[in-house]
């Protein structure tokens, strides 16, 4: 049976001339996993609004939506409600209540649901989602994926058909990501409700969907399971660099057979195609040594008198001109490392010196003009403005001259209004707001975080121009591709203390657990390849396997 | 409840019996009947007038947009109270009222008080505090129309309602400790509180200075990009 | 045995408000020093001795005022001494300080139920007034907890961007205004979110049920009962005048009545019940350790 069925969706919003949907069609089999990806800005968000009555956006269209056959603007008002659910991005703001069980009772109350019914069926869910002990919490007390499987939860308490999902895991860390995937899975396979799910991280989403819907400026260029569709998608499609690293390896060798969609999958099948004659690629020759931006000596700190140590004997050192990534688990210390560095808290035993000076020295301006600058995580909390010309404009007048050798041309956002930039948008003019204080050294929390593939290229081209023009630049991620990717040294803090620190290559070759895709992949059969393209290289070099 | 068949009717009544008819009785007994039963009289006029206006609420038709921009601002209004030397309750449930409606306003003054009580202390002041608050808002909201267009009449709708407030609740303060209203201890009250009431009401027009054009703003394009 | 703290809020509530209510509006030295009384003990007895700052606060203020109401206060007749050509009188200081108790004693039980209700609570109250409100109260109080956090995220952020200062007052609040304007934009935007999941997941489709945690037992009627009856006859000793004292011209109080006494006792039991309650339910659990 049908359970959703998209057929002829053009949709164009008012004021603009260009649809944001063409001719979409497409059906869903009750009980399929789908995953629905393109770049950001393609349609994928109008498209799930579109299934979803309450969110449809206020565009004109042509086509039809139905759900399981009937029209969606027909469906009566609460059967729509009960029947799809929608999950979005961020986590915080779609929780309505103060307490977790009045969050999964809401749904049902809307619904009329007796009480009785309303008690039971939270137990129910409280013990299939393991959530007994938050029952009575304030979900403000909750971590960002404990959020989002609530949000799931009061979802799935109305018992849906149809589950949308609109990037769901794009504001959570990794772990905490695959957790609500794994959640997912069992949800479809328990109780096989259809899903559509839009995302770009999709290492872990591909191995376990059923279909996989490719967009491209409002079309949908392909459908299919996920193996024939990444067999047949052209190299150079937007989603590609987005795909897991094993099809992108088997796309860029041309490697024969059925694609690879795991790390086991690869080194199973692909791998053994090629030769290992040659195991490692040469060594890039060495950054010359510089005058460190950022030294961290012997730094304790903890948040109370009686709390324990967040950050013990951290010792580390960023030079001038070069681009760190410090990488590590939850509360490992990342954030508040970065938040001593720009002074905004103070060590309590050992120093940190910025440019050779003590941080303690500076006179409480100086440090943050023309020196020191942190770009947040949350980059919303730095825009105040209307439009993101009059952000700029707030710290420098004459922005564009400031702005000339900025590596991104900023002239198409200067008229909008920063919230209604993607997140990507938003996290380069929030950069380029905070270039205009002239930073040498500039420190950046999760700038990656909820980026598509292509955002975070773009992103790390903006962060390359800046390292040419001197800048130094401290990155704290969870990500570790981009890190094996971009970094020119990376460091991994535990426990509040640095337990290693190295060029990419080495450093993620030498760990076992935490390291990237590719180094996994090529364990054993190549050493020091950590990125796409260092195994494409390699491989390249080596050649096929004679048979 | 009497049955009013008259819809009309009904709607005037809703709105009339707590903004016009309660806080008359409060007034002409304030001035009039200078019974000592004056505290508890007032105090059990305005607990009714809010018992009317909020349980009436049920029966009004407001947006949930409308309604979360209502808590809102009243978080927003509570949470201002931290900000050094700006005080955001009267000005914000002003502004509320004029891009949000009269019941908006109404609603965003009397659970700013309630909430933001909790922080401060609730007391015998707190049904007051409601009111009054309540009732800036639910009569700005009436003067919305003008005060989107004259900036300095919303300037001055501010001041005097921040002023108006302090001496209102002075009144009642008055009222309680002395059992009676004289107006030798209501100056004597007011001249000892005159300071805070000065400083009261010079930082809620700072507020109200300072945030008119960014909430305005703000609220437009909330309606412009999602609609109301 | 439930302690009183968690009996159903709506009896806690009403026992409360009928206890202040009577305080506020009666001026009987004996009642006024037995509501004082009890509201301290209870308060001592949730609290320890924690929230020194808050004692202080609740007696010295009242303290104040009644040492300093003579000074504007001419009324009486009995001069103690004389300052600044104005009479210091007895009647003035008692009255003062009468009132004094009075203040004391409403600040304490309000204390008292404020730190009783939580958001639960309170939202479960304003249900009976109206469920629409209690829902835009209970998110406004999410709201409260979850601004705090971004205000902080919003004030650290615009630190280290240079632009937030406290160097002066002028500077703290062009700071303060800057964090509030961001915060602000980012309430309204995500409010926007909000409404979305609500009316995804059906808010607005028609008549709603409302589940609440709190049920009512025999135990809640039988407070709500106790209390009414007790509050009953005080307020009918106060509304009949037997609680009346003049302090003008000199002191002086009606005899003490059949009524008065029962308008007391009745003010007593009242005033004690949630101390009984605790100190029984205390007791309860005593002797089951000690069977364990």
Redo the contacts between chains.
């Keep these: 049976m049908e359970a959703l069925a998209f057929s002829h969706l053009t949709a164009v919003y008012p004021e603009s001339d260009r649809p944001v949907l063409r001719d979409v069609s497409f059906s869903l089999e009750a009980g399929e996993f789908a995953v629905l990806c393109g770049a950001t800005g393609c349609g994928k968000t109008t498209l799930l609004r579109f299934a979803k009555r309450e969110l449809t956006p206020r565009c004109t269209h042509t086509g039809t939506v139905t759900f399981c056959g009937t029209a969606v603007e027909a469906l009566e008002a609460r059967t729509a409600a009960a029947q799809i659910g929608f999950v979005m991005q961020h986590p915080e703001q779609q929780i309505v209540t103060d307490r977790v069980w009045h969050e999964l009772a809401f749904g049902l109350e809307n619904l009329g649901v007796p009480q009785a019914v309303i008690r039971r069926r939270i137990a129910e869910i409280a013990s299939y989602f393991g959530m007994e002990d938050w029952l009575t919490k304030d979900p403000a007390s909750l971590s960002g994926g404990q959020k989002q499987i609530l949000n799931l939860a009061s979802v799935m308490i109305m018992q849906p058909a149809l589950l949308l999902l609109d990037e769901p895991t794009a504001q959570l860390d990794p772990l905490a990501a695959a957790d609500f995937l794994t959640t997912l899975q069992r949800l479809n396979r328990d109780f096989s409700v259809t899903i559509l799910l839009a995302e770009h991280r999709l290492g872990a989403v591909i191995p376990i969907a059923d279909r996989l819907l490719v967009m491209e400026n409002g079309a949908l260029t392909a459908d299919g399971s996920p193996r024939s569709v990444l067999e047949k998608l052209p190299e150079n499609a937007p989603v590609m660099a987005g795909m897991p690293a094993p099809v992108q390896l088997f796309r860029a060798v041309g490697g024969s057979g059925v694609c690879p969609l795991s790390v086991s999958d690869a080194r199973r099948t692909l791998l053994p195609q090629f030769r290992a004659e040659i195991r490692t690629l040469p060594e890039p020759a060495p950054r010359p040594e510089t005058e460190p931006a950022l030294a961290f000596s012997g730094v304790y700190f903890r948040y109370q008198r009686r709390a324990a140590d967040v950050l013990s004997d951290l010792t580390f050192s960023v030079q001038t001109g070069e681009l760190y990534c410090l990488i590590g688990g939850n509360g490992a210390g990342k954030s508040t490392a970065l938040a001593l560095a720009s002074g905004v808290l103070r060590a309590y035993a050992g120093t940190v010196r910025v440019f050779g000076k003590k941080i303690a020295d500076y006179k409480q301006r100086s440090l943050h003009q023309g020196c020191v600058t942190l770009l947040p995580q949350d980059v919303q909390t730095v825009f105040l403005k209307n439009t993101v010309a009059e952000e700029l404009a707030e710290i420098d007048r004459d922005y564009p001259a400031a702005l000339k050798d900025f590596p991104f041309d900023l002239s198409a956002m200067l008229p909008m209004h920063p919230y209604d930039l993607s997140g990507g948008q938003q996290q380069i003019a929030a950069l380029a707001k905070v270039m205009l204080t002239k930073p040498r050294l500039l420190l950046l929390d999760e700038p990656t975080k909820g980026l598509d593939a292509q955002s975070k290229k773009l992103l790390a081209d903006v962060l390359y121009g800046l390292t040419e023009r001197g800048v130094t630049l401290l990155v704290v991620t969870h990500d570790i591709e981009f890190a094996a990717e971009h970094a020119d040294r990376c460091g991994f803090l535990s426990q509040g203390a640095l337990i290693s620190s190295d060029t990419p290559r080495r450093f993620f070759s030498e760990n076992v657990f935490y390291t990237t895709a590719v180094s996994r992949m090529t364990r054993g059969k190549y050493d020091g390849a950590v990125t796409v393209a260092d195994a494409v290289a390699l491989c390249k070099l080596n050649g096929r396997e004679e048979r | 409840m009497i049955v009013l068949k008259n819809a009309r009717l009904r709607g005037f009544l809703r709105t009339a019996l707590p903004f016009l008819i309660m806080p008359a009785i409060i007034l002409v007994t304030a001035l009039g009947w200078r019974a000592e039963?004056y505290?508890?009289v007032s105090?059990v006029m305005v607990l009714l007038a809010l018992?009317l206006f909020?349980?009436g609420?049920?029966k009004r038709e407001?947006?949930?947009?409308r309604?979360?921009?209502?808590?809102?601002m009243?978080?927003?209004s509570?949470?201002?109270r931290?900000?050094?030397?700006?005080k955001?309750i009267t000005a914000l449930t002003v502004l509320s009222a004029m891009y949000l409606g009269s019941e908006a306003g109404f609603?965003v003054g009397a659970?700013s008080a309630?909430?933001s009580?909790?922080i401060m202390?609730?007391?015998?002041w707190?049904p007051f505090q409601m009111f009054a608050w309540g009732i800036i808002g639910f009569l700005a909201g009436l003067l919305a129309k003008p005060m989107q267009r004259s900036r300095l009449l919303l300037y001055c709708y501010g001041a005097v309602s921040g002023l108006t407030y302090s001496l209102l609740l002075d009144v009642w303060t008055v009222v309680?400790?002395y059992?009676e209203f004289t107006l030798r201890?209501y100056w004597?009250a007011t001249l000892t509180a005159l300071p805070y009431t000065v400083l009261y009401a010079v930082s809620n027009l700072?507020f109200l200075v300072?945030?008119a054009k960014?909430?305005g703003?703000?609220?437009h394009?909330?309606d412009v990009?999602?609609?109301l | 045995m439930r302690s009183f703290a968690e009996m159903n809020p709506a009896a806690v509530t009403v026992h409360l408000l009928l206890t202040a209510c009577i305080t506020i509006f009666c001026m009987e030295p004996v009642l006024l020093g037995i509501s004082l009384c009890a509201a301290i003990a209870f308060y001592l007895m949730k609290n320890g001795t924690a929230h020194r700052s808050f004692h202080l606060f609740a007696l010295g203020v009242p303290a104040l005022f009644a040492v300093l109401n003579p000074l504007w206060n001419q009324h009486g007749s009995t001069v103690l001494f004389v300052i600044n050509h104005r009479a210091y009188t007895a009647e003035a200081l008692c009255y003062g300080g009468v009132t004094g108790i009075r203040l004391a004693a409403v600040l304490y039980w309000f204390r008292i139920f404020s730190e009783m209700t939580d958001s639960e609570k309170l939202f479960y109250l304003f249900r009976f007034l109206s469920p629409r409100i209690a829902m835009v109260l209970s998110m406004a109080i999410r709201n409260l907890t979850l601004y705090r956090e971004q205000m902080k995220k919003i004030q650290q952020s615009q630190r280290a961007l240079g632009l937030y200062r406290e160097a002066h007052l002028i500077d703290d609040v062009r700071g303060g205004a800057r964090v509030f304007s961001v915060l602000l934009t980012w309430a309204l935007e995500n409010g926007i979110i909000t409404a979305n999941s609500m009316s995804a997941r059906g808010y607005g489709t028609g008549r709603r049920t409302s589940y609440v945690t709190f049920r009512w037992h025999l135990r809640d009627a039988v407070l709500l009962g106790i209390s009414a009856i007790l509050a009953a006859v005080s307020i009918r000793a106060v509304a009949a005048g037997a609680m009346h004292w003049e302090f003008y011209p000199v002191c002086d109080a009606p005899p003490h009545g059949l009524l008065w006494t029962a308008g007391i006792g009745a003010y007593l039991l009242l005033s004690l019940l949630p101390l009984i309650y605790e100190g029984k339910e205390m007791l309860t659990w005593k002797r089951l350790r000690s069977h364990i």
Excluded at chain 2, 62 to 65: F, I, M, N, Q, V
Aim: no cysteine.
């Design positions: 039963h505290a508890l105090f018992l909020l349980s609420f049920e407001l947006g949930t947009r309604m979360i921009l209502v808590s809102v009243t978080a927003l509570v949470i201002g931290l900000l050094p030397l700006l955001p609603l659970l309630v909430l009580n909790f202390g609730q007391g015998p707190t309680w400790t059992g201890e004597a700072l300072i945030f960014p909430v703003d703000k609220l394009r909330i990009k999602y609609g």
